[in-house]
C-alpha cells in the first residue's frame, strides 16, 4: 500500500511525519534517504536534513539551534524588507493626503453602524445617553419586555435612566395599551425619579431610542442581537418627527386614565381589532400588531362579532363596514368628543 501524498505547508507547521523522522534522525545520528523521500521529503526542503558525505544513502540531521538561528534571520531580513516598504509608501501618499486636507475614512462622521451582540448594543446606548444633556424618545413595544431577556436588562436601564434625569434630562416613552398593567413596566414608573413620560397607543412602531436628536438605535435583526446606530440628520429627523406624531395620538399614562366607554357596544379595543379584520389579517398577526396573545384577540374577535350579529369571518368584515364603527374610530383620532383624552380598555388576559 503507497503511502499518503505529501501535502505542502510552511516549516512553522512542520508534518506529524516530518517531525517524527526528525527526531528519529537526532536520536540515531542518521536515516535512510529513501524513507525521508518518501514519508517527509519537506525536511529536506526546509533543510533539517542533509546527505553523509560518505553515504549518500544516508541522511544525517542539521541541529535544531543551527535551523531556528537560519529560520530567524530570514524572519528578520523579510521583517525590515517590510518595514521599507511602509516607509516608501508612506513617503508616497503623505503628500497625496495634504491634499484632501488630512481626511481619511476613520475621521468622517460614521451615520451608520452595525452592532452586533447585546453587550455591546447596550454599551453603546449607555455611552450616548452618558452624554445626553436635553431628551431621550423610546419605543418600547411589548416584546421587549416578555421573557428572561427584557428582564434582565430592566437593572441596567434603569440605573442608566436615572442617571440621565438626574442631570435634569426628561425621558418620553411610547408602549402598547397592552403594557399599561404589566408588572415591570409599573414598577419602572414607580421607582424613577425625573421628568419621565409615558404614553400608550394599540399599536407602536419597533423598538426606537433617540438620544438629543443626535444619534438613535434600531433593531437589524429579528432575535435582538443586531442594532443600527444612526447618525444620519435626515433619518434623525424623520424618528423624531414621527415619534412626536404618535406621542400626540397617544394616550397618557400617567396618572392612571378611566376606562373609555364603548360606542354602540363596541369597545376601543374591538375597534383596532375591527380595523385590522377589515384589512384581511389574521388572529396571529392581529394578535402581534395590538400586543395581545393569540386567546385573547380571538375573544375579543368573538365578542365583536356577537356585538355585530355576525355568523362567519367574510359577514364580520362586511357587518364591520356596513356598521360605520371605523368612521367613528377615525373621529376620535381626530380629537371628536370627549373619549380622546380617557384610557384605554383592558381586555381578558391583557
Known amino acids: 500500500m503507497s503511502a499518503p501524498p505529501h501535502s505542502p505547508h510552511g516549516v512553522e507547521n512542520l508534518c506529524a511525519a516530518g517531525t517524527a523522522l526528525y527526531e528519529q534522525a537526532l536520536r540515531d545520528g542518521r536515516v ?23 553515504d549518500l544513502g544516508q541522511l544525517e540531521p542539521v541541529p535544531p539551534a543551527l535551523v531556528l538561528h537560519r529560520l530567524l534571520r530570514a524572519s528578520g531580513t523579510r521583517i525590515a524588507e517590510e518595514r521599507h516598504r511602509e516607509e516608501r509608501l508612506a513617503a508616497l501618499f503623505e503628500p497625496l493626503m495634504r491634499v ?18 447585546t453587550e455591546r448594543i447596550n454599551g453603546a446606548i449607555t455611552e450616548a445617553m452618558a452624554e445626553a444633556t436635553s431628551e431621550v424618545l423610546c419605543v418600547q413595544p411589548n416584546s421587549h419586555y416578555s421573557g428572561p431577556r427584557g428582564q434582565a436588562a430592566q437593572p441596567v436601564a434603569m440605573a442608566r435612566d436615572q442617571a440621565l434625569l438626574d442631570r435634569g434630562c426628561r425621558i418620553r416613552t411610547l408602549y402598547q395599551h397592552t403594557q399599561r398593567h404589566m408588572p415591570l413596566v409599573l414598577a419602572r414608573y414607580e421607582q424613577l425619579r425625573g421628568d419621565a413620560e409615558a404614553r400608550t397607543l394599540d399599536e407602536v412602531t419597533d423598538r426606537l431610542i433617540v438620544i438629543d ?19 444620519h440628520p435626515a433619518l434623525l429627523t424623520y424618528f423624531t418627527t414621527t415619534f412626536d406624531r404618535l406621542w400626540r395620538l397617544a394616550t397618557p399614562m400617567y396618572p392612571q386614565a378611566v376606562r373609555r366607554p ?33 386567546r385573547t384577540a380571538r375573544v375579543h374577535i368573538a365578542k365583536l362579532a356577537t356585538t355585530l350579529g ?21 373621529d376620535q383620532g381626530r380629537g371628536v368628543g370627549p373619549e380622546q383624552q380617557q384610557g384605554p380598555e383592558q381586555g381578558p388576559g391583557d
Do not use: W
Not at 436628536?213 to 447618525?231: K, M, N
Not at 355576525?310 to 377615525?330: F, K, P
Open 262 to 294: 364603548s360606542l354602540g357596544g363596541v369597545t376601543p379595543r374591538q375597534h383596532a381589532i375591527a380595523a385590522l379584520l377589515v384589512e384581511g389579517h389574521t388572529d396571529a398577526v392581529i394578535a402581534d400588531r395590538l400586543g395581545m396573545n393569540i
Open 213 to 231: 436628536g443626535t444619534v438613535a438605535f434600531i433593531p437589524a435583526g429579528e432575535d435582538g442581537r443586531l442594532a443600527l446606530e444612526v447618525r
Open 310 to 330: 355576525s355568523d362567519s369571518r367574510a359577514q364580520l368584515g362586511y357587518l364591520i363596514g356596513r356598521s360605520g364603527i371605523l368612521d367613528r374610530e377615525q
Open 32 to 54: 535512510k534517504a529513501e524513507q525521508a523521500g518518501t514519508a517527509a521529503p519537506c525536511l529536506l526542503s526546509f533543510g533539517l536534513l542533509h546527505p553523509v558525505v560518505d
Open 100 to 117: 484632501t486636507g488630512g481626511r481619511t475614512a476613520a475621521t468622517e462622521p460614521v451615520s451608520l453602524r452595525i452592532l452586533s451582540g
